[in-house]
Structures are given as structure tokens and as C-alpha cells.
């Protein structure tokens, strides 16, 4: 059983920076896949970025392209959402999520595809 913790949400107006960590404990973190989910209030999740188990394959929502960018640290157990210029609209709760893999370089973004998930950070972007 895998647990993911996700942090480093906040409060920050249009056009700054945040950068979510999520660390992952009870598994072999080189075995999954790892993906950032979104949820504003009365929306679908909404995926956001995914990283295959090396971190040699990444895959980024076009909202988000050239603004935020996915990274994990295997010897960490963590994997990073770095988000710059955000918007009013990047306003969600953002989820952490994992799916064990074994080693494939496939990347994830349903968020059916994914097995664990973490409890979810608040990102709120004033205008």
C-alpha cells in the first residue's frame, strides 16, 4: 500500500510561483508512474502533468505547457509540480497520484489509470 503526502500549496497572486512536492512511502517509488490531478469546486478532476519512473518521460496538460513543469527524485521518494505565471484559473486542489508500472515508459492521464492518490493541496491564485 502506497501513501502520498502532497505539499507546498498556498495563496499567491496572478503571475507567481508555487512548487507542490508530494512524497511517497510503503512502495518501491521507482516502480510507479506518477501524476498530478486538479479539482476546482464544482469541476471534473482535470489532469496535469505525469512523469514515467525514471523521469525520462514527462507529458504536460496544453493549459500548463511552458508554465509548470513535473520532476521526481527516486532517492527522495518525491515528485515536484514546479507551477510559474499561474493564473486565476490554475485555482484547484491538486492531487498527487501513483500507478505501478514496472518500469515502462508509458505516461498516464486518466485519472482511472491510476492507483493511489493522495488526501490533495489547495492552490488559490489572486487576481
Known amino acids: 500500500q502506497v501513501q502520498l503526502v502532497e505539499s507546498g500549496g498556498g495563496l499567491v497572486q496572478a503571475g507567481g510561483s508555487l512548487r507542490l512536492s508530494c512524497v511517497a512511502s510503503?512502495?518501491?517509488?521507482?516502480?510507479?508512474?506518477m501524476g498530478w490531478f486538479r479539482q476546482a469546486p464544482g469541476k471534473e478532476r482535470e489532469f496535469v502533468a505525469t512523469i514515467n519512473w525514471s523521469g525520462g518521460s514527462t507529458y504536460l496538460v496544453d493549459s500548463v505547457k511552458g508554465r509548470f513543469t513535473i520532476s521526481r527524485d527516486n532517492a527522495k521518494n518525491t515528485v515536484y509540480l514546479q507551477m510559474n505565471s499561474l493564473k486565476p484559473e490554475d485555482t484547484a486542489v491538486y492531487y498527487c497520484?501513483?500507478?505501478?508500472?514496472?518500469?515502462?515508459?508509458?505516461?498516464?492521464?486518466?485519472?482511472?489509470?491510476?492507483?493511489?492518490w493522495g488526501q490533495g493541496t489547495q492552490v488559490t491564485i489572486s487576481s
Open positions: 510503503g512502495g518501491i517509488f521507482n516502480y510507479y508512474a
Open positions: 497520484a501513483a500507478k505501478s508500472t514496472a518500469f515502462s515508459t508509458r505516461t498516464y492521464t486518466l485519472p482511472s489509470d491510476y492507483n493511489y
